[in-house]
């Protein structure tokens, strides 16, 4: 695809927008919901910390829904040229008109590598360089470019980054330490959605009501990539020798329909409980399959980071973590006690009505949030340093204070 579409939302050409751009914009790091220190208080004050917590991280959230009327008057004479390297996997996708679906103004998308020397940032998906697909830009890098990681698979998944070392200007993945921080989804409180906030991944999510019959089936699980080395697998196999799972996808039964996000929702909407398991364990590497349950109303039995990691994300009684009980016949005990217990079920449920979902689109809001990031870090060309030993990192932010301390 050239670069014509996307010269209509800037209006000019790409030397006119050259010439007007101004320079110099500190560097930036976002952040999203912080950790809380986990204990054996009560699940009230937990929540408490949690909402407390989230109110204050959402404001450091990339935040593609906000629409600004001033900004989108003046962010045309500062807008930026970003160029995607490579379309992500091999698989090509229309660029998006960054304005129109986020209010995102300013940006420039192409995907027409005769636009380099003109382009402001390159986003490059680690995979394709990673494995031979395509190869890194050309040297030297004109001007003040920015180069931009971007990855979205877990470390154990993340070959030879060793070889990106001092060659990369920004990050960008899951992580909330990221330069640029785009999760695979998180909560935003409803009355913040009832101000006028408008994206198209944006779901309201609605609470347990007494009248709600019963759901049919007790748990199930969707999995596409089966190996018996991942710990999930093994979890699975002990869990159902004391209840049934339900297993859909390449390993199980046939998804109905496009076993696409909607089809995969609706088939979870007939179970209680639906096993969100990673197939590794890593900071911060929470994916759609957490939000695939919390979208279809069902109770998500997480495996991956620590449950301190997942209530950066979600009220702690929003799901509940293998590593909440010492056996896994323990663990299924707790689900068969709930299934006879509506009403200690609906405390898993109740925060609901309070949220909606944001997950973000794969790969139109990732550009435009990366092109926005690129605007307000003009000027600044640091090169990310060790970013092996940081990826591979246990770590990650522990409370706004310790973020901006270390980072601006």
Not at 271 to 294: C, G, M, P, R
Request: one cysteine or more; aromatic letters at 10%.
């Amino acid at each position: 695809m050239g670069v014509g579409v996307q010269w209509r939302a800037a209006g000019r050409s790409i030397s006119s927008l050259r010439a007007n751009r101004s320079s110099g914009l500190s560097h930036s790091h976002k952040c999203c919901v912080c950790a809380l220190s986990r204990t054996r208080a009560s699940a009230c004050v937990a929540t408490a910390g949690f909402l407390l917590i989230l109110g204050v991280c959402l404001l450091y959230l990339p935040d593609p829904l906000t629409f600004d009327p001033s900004a989108s008057v003046s962010e045309e004479d500062h807008a930026v040229i970003l160029l995607i390297w490579t379309h992500p996997f091999g698989r090509y996708r229309k660029l998006p008109d960054c304005f129109e679906l986020y209010q995102v103004g300013g940006c420039t998308l192409t995907d027409d590598a005769r636009v380099y020397a003109h382009s402001d940032a390159v986003i490059i998906h680690h995979r394709d360089v990673a494995t031979g697909t395509a190869e890194l830009p050309p040297e030297p890098r004109p001007g003040a470019q920015k180069w931009i990681w971007m990855n979205y698979e877990s470390p154990t998944h993340t070959t030879g980054l060793w070889r990106f070392e001092d060659v990369f200007n920004l990050t960008m993945s899951y992580r909330t330490d990221s330069d640029i921080f785009l999760p695979y989804g998180y909560l935003i409180p409803r009355v913040r959605t009832a101000e006028g906030l408008r994206n198209p991944n944006v779901h309201p999510l609605r609470g347990p009501s007494r009248a709600d019959r019963p759901r049919p089936r007790l748990v199930a699980w969707v999995v596409s990539n089966w190996s018996e080395s991942h710990e999930r697998v093994a979890f699975y196999h002990k869990l159902s020798r004391y209840v049934q799972v339900d297993v859909f996808g390449r390993a199980g039964r046939p998804l109905p329909e496009d076993s696409g996000k909607g089809s995969v929702v609706r088939l979870v909407g007939r179970y209680q409980f639906y096993l969100a398991l990673e197939n590794s364990q890593h900071t911060d590497y929470i994916t759609e399959k957490l939000w695939h349950a919390v979208l279809a109303g069902a109770v998500p039995v997480v495996l991956g980071p620590s449950r301190r990691n997942y209530e950066r994300f979600l009220p702690p009684e929003a799901f509940i973590h293998v590593d909440d009980f010492p056996t896994v016949r323990g663990l299924a005990r707790y689900l068969l006690m709930l299934r006879r217990n509506p009403a200690r079920l609906r405390r898993h449920l109740d925060w609901r009505g309070s949220y909606s979902v944001h997950q973000p689109s794969f790969w139109a809001e990732h550009y435009c949030t990366a092109c926005r990031a690129v605007r307000k870090t003009r000027g600044s060309t640091d090169v990310v340093q060790h970013i092996t030993r940081w990826f591979h990192s246990e770590n990650s932010i522990t409370t706004l204070r310790d973020y901006h301390e270390g980072h601006l």
